[in-house]
């Protein structure tokens, strides 16, 4: 997903990355303000985070919606293995 960060540039989130934040996030290994640290523990380049923090909310919805749809799939398609209809 591209995102619009000033002045005409835009920096591409994509699931990878977004993947990437949340793990540093979720770990609790730093405060998530402190974008260098950040940076170091995800690979992220700074005006990424910042692009990811700033739009944290639609990146969630996006690729959670995205995980939940495959998940989805996955378990019709592993209900029909089991039923013996594939």
Known sequence: MKIYI???RTV????EKYEGYEAVRESGA??????????QLSG????EIIAIMNNY?????KYKDEEI??????DKLQEMIDRDEV
């Not at 591409?12 to 699931?15: A, G, L, V």
């Not at 992220?44 to 005006?47: A, D, I, Q, W």
Request: aromatic content about 4%; glycine content about 4%; cysteine-free.
């Open 6 to 8: 000033g002045q005409d």
């Open 12 to 15: 591409e989130i994509t699931k």
């Open 30 to 39: 730093t405060n998530m303000f402190d974008v260098k640290r950040v940076a």
């Open 44 to 47: 992220l380049k700074r005006e």
């Open 57 to 61: 909310e639609l990146l969630k919805k």
């Open 69 to 74: 749809e495959k998940e989805e799939r996955e």
